[in-house]
């Protein structure tokens, strides 16, 4: 998958996708190969479920995996006053 932004933007924006989440304002693709199932933002950091079972901070450091779903499988991922 190719994804080309329309115009230059300083806005960050992340487009989850089958095959990662794209990060418009670098053009950059994370955990590539990865389907993302939900994403959220909170200030500077992305939250993804990444494959509907693993979750991922995506900050300055690039990402960090925080848990793993031992059964099932999620479908949302969502912030509430600083708690994912």
Known sequence: ???RT???TTVR????????L?????GHTVL???SMTSVT???????ALVDGVELYRIGGH????LARLADGQGSAVHVHRGSV
Request: hydrophobic share 35%; glycine share 10%; charged share 20%.
């Open 6 to 8: 329309m115009s230059p």
């Open 41 to 47: 933002v909170d200030g500077a950091d992305a939250y």
């Open 22 to 26: 794209f990060d418009t304002s670098t």
């Open 1 to 3: 998958m190719s994804i």
């Open 13 to 20: 924006a992340l487009v989850a996708t089958e095959q990662g």
């Open 32 to 34: 590539a190969d990865r």
């Open 62 to 65: 690039g990402p960090e995996p």
